[in-house]
């Protein structure tokens, strides 16, 4: 046996942090390794055995940007905090490594993110009771085989801006057939939930953040700002899993600062 066939450096989490996301919450589709040094932090290395069968650099990059995007995802709902250190940054991916003929590969403009980012051979596999364990864990085996979870872990796992905001909104509507109940049992206010859609539609409020251009249209006289309007996002989500696959999130978790460390997830 060969072993994983591609590994990319990562960065964009703490050593620490990433060292729990790892170790407490393992995956079938997606794996992260280290390399201690005798001085300075370890390098932290992102892969996946669906990368294994891929052989053009840019469909390598595609998928495991889209893997590591779901992974994203899911854990930018881990906390509500707006200092959370999972924040809408990204982590990073960079140094693709061919590990089976031990050679560095180009970086490639990556592939679009497909509707389908596995492979069958993977997917054929035994699932381990160790990887649903968790709700990230049941997230990501969700996303095998169920389109609504898949398109919601790859938009939370972007730069969570008004217009991506906007999108993981259009995706809850399109897939929950009572959405105004939805905000009910959020507990969001339709007074809210209008504040955020005129935010994140006028020009005049969010500029070129904005889902339109200049208009005619008056912006609100408050506009939302947009870690509240994350968190309402991320709170619509969270019910969202939560009523239609039974995903228990625990309560919301509160940092005093940006470094916070992860409990229990």
Known sequence: MKGYHYRFAIRGYSHPLLFDLSAHNPSPDLAFMNEEYDSGAPQFFFTSAHLDELSEPAQVWG??????????????LASLSPNSP???AR???????????DKGLDSETPDEPSKHPYTATVLAEPVHPVYSSGPMSQALLLARTEPDVLTLLTQLGQELDLRTLY???????HYESDFDGLLQTAGISNAKYKLFTRTADNFGASGLLARHGPSNNQPPANPMPLSEAQYLVKLLSRQYLTDHHGI?????????????????F
């Open 248 to 264: 228990q999130f625990p309560e919301p978790i509160v940092y005093e600062d940006a470094g916070g460390m992860l409990e229990d």
């Open 63 to 76: 998928r495991a940007r889209q893997l590591l995007d779901m992974f994203h995802g899911i854990y930018v």
């Open 167 to 173: 999108a993981i909104v259009d995706t809850l509507r």
């Open 86 to 88: 999972f924040g809408s």
């Open 91 to 101: 982590p990073v991916l960079y140094n693709l490594y061919d590990l089976w003929a």
